[in-house]
């Protein structure tokens, strides 16, 4: 099939790259026209594992091709898959206007029928929308489908290549037969539904999954307070099939592109309606304390911040990507650099997108530059390399004895063996 992919971001750009690789002719439009520049010469925007090699395997077949232009993707596309950024805006609503000006583009383009398949996460009722600024501008027929995607960064292309559900909202057979033969090489159930309960699937996803991490940091207070582990009990309570292993590591909290603002734009759709939803409430409230509380333990192992050393290791909203919207990690060396530490961090990959953050820290190339003459050092994104850092060199080279493990990485008895007051989450 002939697919046109709208936004070469992280879901962009895998789910093209995926979807080349699965036979189909695809072509990546941005109107970055760097970016677009800088694919057409194999350079990466974001990083992601295996990224790479699958863009430019797919390049050299002729299967997958990137441009800023509309006219070059969606005139011989049988699929327009929409994945531009759907950020927050002030209210905490979804912003959709990234997403109604590819609508636009779309429609001035569109030379027969057509599928034009929304993967962005969006509010409910998105895709009438979108049916109405493509029908005011293309007076021939066309469909509007919700195709949210459920890839996660830092594992996005085995995602999308072994889903564990494709999710098609669908208003009439002939758009919902087109995307199940797009997705017919994927081999998972494949669940066909109207429109605005596919919509409503993803942000409820979301929001289920930031309030089960809200949950395990919940219970993780409680073990700090009673002297039990709550490694030992997220593996108790996670036996249970009813509740599952997955997403139950303790440690900073949620952040990073979609959880936050998903989680924001759910509560201002409901308020559309008149809905509280109390627990999604709850799981941001405790989702802000997570990261207080942290703050707070690592200022009272201090006495202070003022003029001490924070070293810190990573930046990235977790493991595996460059991303750093929304990040934890982020957010907790602002509050610390409030309180008037000096902060020197390092991470393998986060890509800092706000200009004014290089005022309030020193970024570093390893974590053992990191930790020089360091008073503290903090682990804030669970990057595998840290799990195995050299605990004795760090000893020597810092001022300091505080490790705060805010990821729970470490061993424990080897930090406290060589002579660190350690702290983790969960775990007086
Ligand atoms: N990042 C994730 O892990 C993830 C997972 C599932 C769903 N989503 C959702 O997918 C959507 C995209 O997220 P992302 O992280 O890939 O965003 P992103 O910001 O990384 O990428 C968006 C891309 O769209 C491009 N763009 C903006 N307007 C355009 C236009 N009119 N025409 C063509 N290109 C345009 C931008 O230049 C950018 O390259 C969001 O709704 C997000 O919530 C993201």
Redesign the pocket.
């Known amino acids: 099939m002939n697919v046109a992919v709208?936004?070469?971001?992280?879901?962009?750009?895998?789910s093209g790259s995926c979807l080349a690789e699965l036979g189909h002719h695809v072509t990546c439009?941005?109107?970055?026209a760097e970016?677009v520049e800088r694919l057409k010469n194999g350079i990466m925007?974001?990083f992601e594992p295996g990224l790479e090699e699958l863009v430019k395997r797919n390049e050299a077949s002729g299967r997958l091709r990137f441009t800023?232009e509309?006219a070059e993707a969606v005139p011989t596309a049988d699929v327009v898959s929409i994945?531009?950024?759907?950020?927050s805006a002030p209210d905490g609503s979804?912003d959709l206007s990234?997403?109604y000006?590819?609508a636009e583009?779309i429609a001035r383009h569109l030379q027969s029928y057509t599928v034009i398949a929304d993967?962005?996460?969006?509010p409910v009722g998105t895709s009438e929308e979108v049916t109405e600024v493509i029908g005011a501008i293309y007076s021939g027929e066309f469909d509007v489908v919700s195709n949210?995607?459920?890839?996660?960064?830092g594992h996005?292309i085995t995602d999308f290549m072994n889903p564990t559900r494709i999710i098609i909202g669908a208003n009439n057979k002939r758009a919902s037969e087109i995307m199940l033969k797009l997705y017919a090489f994927l081999d998972c159930p494949k669940l066909v539904m109207s429109p605005r309960s596919a919509e409503l699937t993803?942000y409820a996803a979301n929001a289920f999954l930031a309030t089960k991490i809200s949950y395990i940091n919940e219970i993780a207070h409680l073990a700090e307070e009673l002297g039990a582990d709550v490694e030992e009990v997220a593996s108790g309570i996670g036996a249970d099939p009813r509740i599952g292993r997955d997403f139950l590591r303790a440690g900073l909290g949620w952040g990073?592109?979609?959880f936050p603002?998903?989680v924001r734009a759910i509560l201002h759709t409901a308020s559309t309606v008149q809905q509280e939803m109390p627990i999604v409430r709850a799981a941001i409230e405790m989702n802000a304390r997570a990261k207080t509380r942290v703050v707070e333990r690592l200022e009272n192992a201090l006495g202070s911040f003022q003029d001490k050393n924070i070293s810190l290791l990573g930046l990235s909203f977790k493991n595996n990507?460059d991303?750093t919207?929304e990040s934890a990690a982020i957010e907790i060396m602002k509050r610390m650099a409030e309180k008037g530490a000096r902060v020197r961090a390092y991470d393998p990959e986060a890509k800092i997108q706000e200009e004014t953050l290089f005022e309030i820290f020193e970024r570093a190339l390893d974590p053992y530059a990191a930790a020089q003459d360091a008073d503290a050092l903090v682990i804030a994104t669970e990057w595998d390399e840290f799990r195995s850092l050299d605990l004795a060199r760090l000893k020597t080279l810092m001022k300091g004895d505080v490790v705060m493990d805010a990821r729970n990485l470490l061993q424990p008895e080897e930090a406290q063996k060589i002579g660190f007051r350690y702290f983790r989450i969960g775990r007086a």
């Open positions: 709208i936004g070469t971001g992280y879901v962009g750009l895998v439009v941005d109107t970055d970016k925007p974001i800023t509309y994945a531009v950024g759907t950020p979804a990234f997403v000006a590819a583009q993967k962005s996460t969006v949210p995607e459920i890839l996660r960064e996005a993803k990073g592109s979609c603002k998903d990507t991303d919207r």
